[in-house]
RNA sequence: GCUCGCGUAGCUCAGAAGGCCUAGAGCGUUCGGUUCACAUCCGAAAGGUCCCUGGUUCAAAUCCAGGCGCGAGCACCA
């Protein structure tokens, strides 16, 4: 054996031989149960960082465990799209690289180049995730652009439509000025910003405002209707000296109104505000959109016209103020505002036509089947996050207007029913003249003729779906539901675990649980175990611009993916955050090296006693006789019941702990200090102690360690050695 | 505002269902050690009112209540 144990060619060398030798895929056997985790799709618009290796690391070790088990095994990997996240990250790049936008380039040449970009970085992340030792089946790999899956998404979305649960409809939706998209409430955030606040002057009144500059879509102005200060003008109409000269308002009541908040008086915008929006429905008010969807004021603003929200912002402020119409002005109010997750442009609230589905029904049976018992969550705590969410949920917006991701797949008799802003986005539909008979036809398959005209000119709705429409699917259409082969769903389906972060439990778990259920009938996974963040030595999160980042290609260039692997368990807990630092992986390296000496400690032993003696043939069911040995495999085996105990109830970390602990400071420090003198003299019943309980430690830490185990493995038992991969977990009664 | 999590050695964290805790690990620190598997090592040591206050209990780091301090999620402010 080498004196040192070089991590570069073993852990190549093995994962070649695991691959080849096809042990990643599993062989289907009707009595058997099958075990079947679904990777989650890392986003193929970057390379693979640590988070992405911590739940690999995960999933590889539930999945090598339970090979071990005898069961069929199933880990399919994948990539994601990522729909707007792509789409940002790509135009990104063009502007940089190319100085051009997506709209320079086409629909059609700007998806062709999303869709290089894209492949070139699953690519990659191919390469990282083999380097890690994820042993999914690569004959099953999937990524959720590709067409094979249009069938199953497209027959979802008409399904939906046909039972009701997805609509059309004018609704205030969150705008990304820079994505020029929609966007769920889920990809808003907020941050909290300084804004002047501007007491104006409006007729009888003085209301606070930071938007000035929606003063022109006023309809209407509020009070609370308990406020005792405004009871008579409720319902009265009052006359106000605005910027573009006289106007007259309606005063309404609404309980949204908070008394305390300023002066008690809210202008009313309800085309430019989601609570103005709301309370535009209750009391019938005009909605007049003064903003467009360029983020520029429109033609109703007279002398404001063209002028971006900005800019609009402080000009109408300075002309209120020359107009004598400010009261006052407060530069300490901060206040939070929506930003686009993505590229953190400020979100307009705009009202447009957009698809949504209905929720509460689908949420509804979700939640049924969390409380019957049918999906459990690991740890339980976030099944109350889950309730919270699903109890509140609101309609989903799965329209958006960008091109890289899923057509939707309804198409329009003309152009009759492409809302303005389709024809804003895409000028090529402009130039078409037939306004068609406005059908709307919504259907799996593309169609050739209007089923109401008979007519050819049907034009497929330009917007795409958002992408966690298409990858809350994935469970199900990547085992081949509602295509030509459904072999697969039939056997593995419902998968056993779903392993993901807890920061996406809304956007993605929420949503197949309600999916799977909705198309198939069925829970989609058993399990939703969720792990942390990964962040560095000092609770920080990793990123480029902090410096903290740590890549796991380098790590495992420099101390092996085994190193790495184990510390992205070892010391941690089922879902909190992993801290991790350099120091840590140099110890789980140091720690490879003591299992490595130890193994060559072995090893020398076998060769000397097999130049003094006859072979050494390992018994594992020998009972010696002498006191330490037996004391060792006392304590061995109630190890060994502890540690499947844990690695059935997904407690990775201990189980990493006891094999480190007992490696090192039991076996190695004192029972191999305690026998070297036996085994000078060739005693058998200590080697094969010391064999067995190394050996089965071997075994039990090859989910965590699989390429120096295995290597180990080979070196001890032979050429002919059965690889541990396939080795059989060991029994825990003996 | 609502909800959740956390607070244990200098640092990062384990300690699930109360007694095996006279509270552990890794890193760091100090001292000693190189022929004998391993300096990516071995041996030893220092270092802790287990956030605070009450309560339940024969017994609390662990359970309960309140407080303080951090972090996160959700809601959202005109």
Same mark, same amino acid.
């Given at each position: 054996m080498d004196k040192v144990y070089k991590h570069q060619e073993v852990e190549k060398k093995w994962y070649a031989f695991w691959e080849k030798e096809g042990f990643f895929t599993p062989k289907t056997d009707p009595k058997k149960k099958p075990y079947t985790i679904i990777m989650p799709p890392p986003n193929a618009n970057g390379y693979l960082h640590i988070g992405h290796a911590a739940f690999l690391t995960l999933e590889d070790i539930m999945i090598r465990y339970h090979r071990m088990k005898g069961e069929v095994t199933l880990w399919l990997p994948g990539a994601d799209h990522a729909g707007i996240l792509t789409q940002v990250v790509f135009e990104r790049k063009l502007e940089k690289?190319?100085?051009?936008?997506r709209f320079d380039l086409g629909r059609e040449e700007f998806v062709r180049r999303s869709m290089e970009f894209t492949l070139k970085n699953k690519e990659v992340m191919e390469r990282q995730m083999k380097a890690i030792g994820a042993s999914c089946d690569w004959s099953r790999e999937s990524f959720t !652009? &590709? /067409? +094979?899956f249009n069938k199953p998404i497209y027959q979802t979305f008409k399904n939906l439509y046909d039972d009701g649960f997805l609509y059309r409809d004018f609704r205030m939706i969150n705008w990304c000025v820079r994505c020029s998209t929609a966007l769920s409430d889920l990809e808003v955030v907020y941050k909290e910003k300084k804004d002047p606040l501007y007491y104006i002057k409006y007729g009888p009144f003085v209301l606070a405002t930071?938007?000035?500059?929606?003063?022109?879509? &006023?309809t209407a102005v509020a009070v609370h209707p308990q406020d005792r200060r405004y009871q008579k003008y409720i319902g009265k109409e009052i006359k106000a000296e605005g910027l573009l000269g006289k106007f007259s308002l309606k005063v309404i009541a609404d309980q $949204?109104? &908070?008394?305390?908040?300023?002066?008690g008086v809210v202008k009313v915008t309800p085309a430019h505000d989601p609570d103005d929006f709301a309370m535009g429905q209750r009391h019938h008010l005009e909605v007049k959109q003064v903003i467009d969807f360029d983020g520029r004021l429109n033609n109703k603003t007279g002398p404001y016209k063209g002028m971006t929200v900005e800019a609009a912002r402080k000009k109408t402020a300075e002309d209120l103020k020359k107009k004598g119409l400010?009261?006052?002005?407060? %530069?300490n109010y901060s206040h939070n505002v929506a930003v686009c997750e993505r590229c953190q442009t400020i979100v307009e609230p705009l009202v447009s036509l957009q698809w949504f589905i209905k929720t509460k029904p689908l949420a509804q049976r979700a939640m049924e089947s969390v409380k019957k018992g049918e999906i459990k969550f +690991? /740890?339980?705590?976030f099944e109350k996050n889950f309730f919270i969410w699903m109890e509140n949920i609101r309609d989903w917006c799965?329209?958006?207007?960008?091109?890289?991701?899923h057509r939707i797949p309804v198409w329009y =008799? @003309?152009?009759?029913? !492409?809302s303005q802003l389709q024809l804003l986005m895409n000028p090529? !539909?402009?130039?078409?003249k037939d306004e068609g008979c406005g059908e709307i036809i919504v259907s799996a398959k593309t169609p050739?003729? =209007? /089923?109401? =005209?008979? +007519?050819?000119?049907l034009i497929q709705d330009p917007d795409t779906l958002d992408t966690w429409f298409s990858s809350g699917q994935w469970p199900y259409t990547t085992l081949g539901? $509602?295509?030509?082969? @459904?072999r697969d769903f039939e056997y %593995?389906? /419902?998968?056993s675990v779903m392993e993901?972060?807890?920061?996406?439990l809304f956007f993605w778990v929420a949503r197949m649980i309600m999916l799977g259920l909705y198309s198939t @009938? +069925?829970?989609?996974?058993k399990l939703v175990y969720l792990h942390g963040l990964v962040r560095d030595a000092f609770g920080q999160k990793m990123s480029k611009s902090k410096g903290n980042v740590i890549d796991p290609l380098t790590v495992i260039d420099e101390y092996g993916a085994d190193s790495l692997r184990m510390s992205l368990v070892y010391g941690t807990s089922v879902g909190s955050d992993v801290k991790l630092s350099e120091k840590k992986i140099e110890a789980m390296r140091n720690f490879g090296n003591k299992i490595w000496n130890m193994a060559r400690f072995i090893k020398m032993n076998m060769e000397f006693f097999e130049k003094n003696n006859k072979k050494f043939n390992p018994d594992i069911n020998y009972l010696p006789k002498n006191s330490d040995d037996k004391n060792l495999l006392k304590k061995f085996k109630m190890l060994t019941k502890l540690i499947t105990k844990n690695m059935d109830t997904y407690r990775f970390a201990p189980v990493a702990e006891i094999l480190y602990n007992f490696l090192?400071?039991? !076996? $190695? &420090?004192?029972y191999i200090e305690k026998v070297k003198e036996r085994l000078k003299n060739n005693d058998y019943e200590a080697l094969n102690t010391l064999y067995q309980a190394y050996m089965t430690c071997m075994v039990m830490l090859h989910p965590f360690m699989p390429h120096i185990t295995e290597e180990i493995n080979k070196k001890l038992t032979g050429e002919n050695a059965k690889p541990l991969i396939i080795t059989p977990w060991p029994k825990n009664e003996r």
């Open positions: 690289e190319e100085h051009k936008s !652009l &590709d /067409p +094979k930071v938007r000035p500059e929606t003063k022109f879509g &006023d $949204a109104v &908070d008394p305390k908040f300023g002066t400010i009261e006052k002005i407060d %530069f +690991k /740890p339980e705590r799965i329209s958006r207007q960008l091109w890289w991701g =008799c @003309g152009k009759k029913n !492409l090529e !539909l402009t130039k078409i050739q003729t =209007c /089923p109401k =005209c008979l +007519k050819t000119n539901f $509602a295509q030509d082969d @459904g %593995f389906y /419902p998968t993901t972060g807890y920061e996406i @009938g +069925k829970v989609p996974f090192w400071h039991e !076996l $190695a &420090d004192i």
